[in-house]
């Protein structure tokens, strides 16, 4: 599977961004969805995931309540909805697709370019 990620950008703190996935190749509903990101100088961590159907969702601490994830089988498309963003968040993000919810939380077997978000204090 073939993963395309955009809506990155720059936005002050406190705003909202909403970054987009795009999958293509083999069946999107098959896989389990997460979003990743990585600071300077950081290691790349694991931000949100939603499984197949979309009924179980996953997040990171320091994003619970501010982030959400979504997706739209139909699109073949996995949307992370950012809200209340603080400089902190400010990272490149990927998307990565995997077989299991519990696969796309550490170690996806697929991953798309990142997108980068910055946000300024």
């Known amino acids: 599977v073939q993963l395309q990620a955009s809506g990155g950008g720059l936005v002050q703190a406190g705003g909202s961004l909403r970054l987009s996935c795009a999958a293509s190749?083999?069946?999107?509903?098959?896989?389990?969805m997460g979003w990743f990101r990585q600071a300077p100088g950081k290691t790349r961590e694991f931000v949100a995931a939603?499984?197949?159907?979309?009924?179980?969702?996953y997040y990171a601490d320091s994003v619970k309540r501010r982030f959400t994830i979504s997706r739209d089988n139909a699109k073949n498309t996995v949307y992370l909805q950012m809200n209340s963003l603080k400089p902190e968040d400010t990272a490149v993000y990927y998307c990565?697709?995997?077989?299991?919810?519990?696969?796309?939380?550490?170690?996806?077997?697929?991953w798309g370019e990142g997108t980068q978000v910055t946000v300024s204090s």
């Open positions: 190749g083999r069946t999107f509903s098959s896989y389990a």
């Open positions: 990565a697709a995997d077989p299991t919810p519990t696969g796309v939380r550490t170690a996806p077997d697929y």
């Open positions: 939603i499984s197949w159907g979309g009924g179980s969702t």
